[in-house]
């Protein structure tokens, strides 16, 4: 067999395993390997190795991963292949790292990006900074990892890698996660998965999958196929992360398009993972007849996969269900499964879990001796490991005994003081949910003034959600030019632009109204608190009003939507300008160049007239322009 044949033969196997055929490769690779050794063929070698490598890399077999990838890089560093061996460093790099063995990661990525920049390989470069960028996040070096990993960035969109890029934003939104700065990690994924899709798109549409290559044996390259359990786990993340922030409705949305393209799939642990995070977060829609069915599922496939821990943390929701349900006797058994599971795993979030529901049990069974001892170890333990939601849960439990025992008082301030630490680490809906119970607390207790500014307080959160909601769609524009670039066959009209004006000028008018229905409802909220006659009913009354108070995010979110189709390029030009300009800045950029006066900004974004005339000197001063220079033509030659 000739060395051409055997190359056929080997590319061969590397394309199965790039569109994952059904085919038994490691039997293939290893008769392809033979050949090659008998012919004394060290390229063909090193090739099979190579792509042995992958295989057992993608089977989650580390050890023999390792073993194969050492070996592929022997014969192709022998034969003087400065490219391909530095490919294959790349490999064993990210191996070391997988089995946790950081720093001798990090020595086979030096060397690899020494040999791509001998190499002028400026892909292969971006390969290891993106690798050295996923590494420093676990060792908690977030700057320097976000000073590599956007380094991998620019260079991916410097050469129109859309689905590298995408990959890069992911990465980058992880980094903001362990951070907690949850919303700049909710732009970054959802301009990642903008940009994962558009490559899919154009992938699929294009007969000749014209695309970004992958650098794989002898010289040959291959298309790399966009992966759609990438873009499942993107929604994953991102529905985690809108959870976290209370929103709650576009979390539901994302994991369940992560569900149904985990089943697409057949990814059973990725689908379990989809079902188990829907149903918690319909647990805190307090919709427990949904949750319940979605984390049965979940159960079921985590039982049937093996995954202890995961089985464990689903037995540990179906009993917050139970128990807020008063169905007692079935959380006592779900939190007996929930420990039985997460036993011998050492896991101390698993353990604050547990400790945390049966605390809850305590309480609902009057063994109130008992529930204080839970609480107390509960803060001891996520204390020590600064787990702050814990820390505000036990807070609020130890709250809720303290009332049930008659310390009105002491209740109070330890509700208080879970409010400061909500506040503190910045949980907005742990926030308002504090602010809630204190209010319907004092109201119970007779003190209605508190219980007025509570709901108050209560209320003003809300709608600070709402306003960041309208801000996170706004920062997510940021990757609309690079996308329209790419879609030239699509570009608007001038008789649809004119239609979007038009629009948006309605967009304009719908914003301005709802603003007003709120002002009328502070307005009658004053006069309710005015009545002193009907004391009894003032804080109902309240309720009911601020149940009724017309919530502005649907108009806001098509109004954003409507502004970029008819200005697909302007926040991306005004940020990368100016990037010094605030998230509110921009607002007032967008809603000038919009048409608006500056009392009608202040109406939308609930400001003073006063603060926007600020805010507009503060943007002339960032954007260079004079006294004399009009803002508003300034923005709409942008």
């Not at 490559?199 to 291959?222: A, C, P, Q, R, W």
């Not at 109204?513 to 804080?539: G, M, P």
């Amino acid at each position: 067999m000739s060395r051409k044949e055997l190359d056929e033969r080997i590319n061969a196997a590397f394309a199965a395993f790039g569109k994952r055929e059904n085919i038994n490769l490691i039997e293939i690779c290893t008769s392809i390997l033979k050949q090659c050794t008998k012919y004394g063929y060290s390229r063909g070698i090193g090739g099979c190795h190579a792509l042995l490598a992958r295989i057992y890399m993608r089977k989650n077999e580390w050890s023999i991963a390792l073993d194969e990838a050492k070996k592929a890089h022997y014969y192709i560093e022998k034969i003087g292949d400065g490219q391909y061996a530095a490919h294959l460093e790349c490999t064993i790099a990210s191996i070391y790292s997988e089995i946790e063995q950081s720093s001798i990661a990090i020595e086979h990525c030096t060397k690899a990006l020494k040999d791509f920049q001998l190499e002028n390989d400026k892909r292969g470069e971006a390969d290891v900074y993106s690798l050295l960028g996923t590494i420093l996040v676990q060792k908690a070096e977030y700057e320097t990892s976000l000073e590599y990993l956007q380094r991998s960035l620019d260079i991916k969109l410097q050469y129109n890698d859309h689905d590298g890029a995408g990959s890069e934003y992911i990465n980058i939104a992880v980094l903001y996660l362990f951070q907690n700065e949850i919303e700049k990690a909710i732009g970054y994924l959802r301009q990642a998965i903008t940009l994962k899709e558009l490559y899919k798109t154009t992938f699929e549409s294009n007969t000749e999958n014209v695309g970004v290559m992958d650098y794989i044996y002898s010289g040959y390259v291959l298309i790399r196929r966009p992966n759609d359990g990438t873009i499942a786990d993107a929604y994953i993340n991102l529905g985690s992360a809108l959870s976290m922030r209370g929103y709650y409705i576009d979390a539901v949305e994302a994991l369940d398009k992560a569900l149904k393209m985990k089943q697409i799939l057949n990814d059973r642990y990725g689908e379990a993972v989809a079902y188990n995070q829907i149903g918690t977060i319909l647990i805190e829609t307090n919709d427990f007849s949904k949750a319940e069915w979605y984390l049965i599922q979940a159960q079921h496939l985590f039982k049937v996969l093996g995954h202890r821990q995961s089985e464990g943390t689903v037995w540990y929701n179906l009993g917050k269900i139970y128990l807020h349900s008063e169905r007692l006797n079935e959380a006592e058994y779900s939190l007996e499964k929930a420990e039985e599971l997460f036993k011998g795993l050492d896991i101390l979030f698993d353990e604050l879990f547990i400790v945390q529901q049966k605390a809850t049990l305590a309480i609902k069974t009057v063994q109130y001796v008992l529930a204080s001892e839970q609480i107390q170890r509960g803060l001891e333990v996520s204390r020590a490991i600064d787990a702050r939601e814990f820390q505000v849960e036990f807070l609020m439990q130890l709250a809720e005994l303290l009332e049930l025992t008659g310390k009105y008082h002491s209740s109070v301030d330890v509700y208080l003081e879970a409010l400061q630490v909500a506040k503190d680490h910045d949980l907005p809906p742990k926030i308002a949910k504090i602010l809630q119970i204190l209010a319907l607390l004092h109201e119970k207790h007779g003190n209605l003034n508190d219980a007025l500014e509570r709901f108050k307080e209560f209320h003003a959160v809300q709608e600070q959600l709402v306003h960041a909601q309208a801000a996170r769609h706004l920062s997510g524009m940021q990757v609309l030019h690079e996308i329209e670039i790419h879609r030239k066959n699509d570009e608007i009209t001038r008789t649809q632009i004119t239609n979007l004006e038009s629009l948006i000028k309605i967009s304009n008018q719908s914003i301005l109204l709802y603003k007003k229905e709120f002002n009328n409802l502070k307005s009658e909220i004053l006069t309710i608190t005015a009545q002193r006659d009907n004391e009894e009913s003032l804080v109902r009354k309240i309720k009911m009003k601020l149940r009724e108070s017309p919530l502005m995010h649907e108009t806001w979110e098509s109004y954003l939507e409507i502004f970029s189709r008819v200005n697909p390029d302007f926040q991306t030009t005004l940020m990368n300008k100016y990037p010094s300009l605030t998230i509110m800045e921009v607002r007032v950029c967008v809603l000038i160049r919009a048409g608006l006066m500056s009392d009608e900004i202040a109406e939308i974004l609930s400001l003073s007239e006063r603060t926007i005339e600020n805010k507009r000197l503060r943007i002339r001063k960032k954007v260079g322009l004079g006294t004399n220079g009009s803002l508003s033509r300034f923005l709409m030659q942008l």
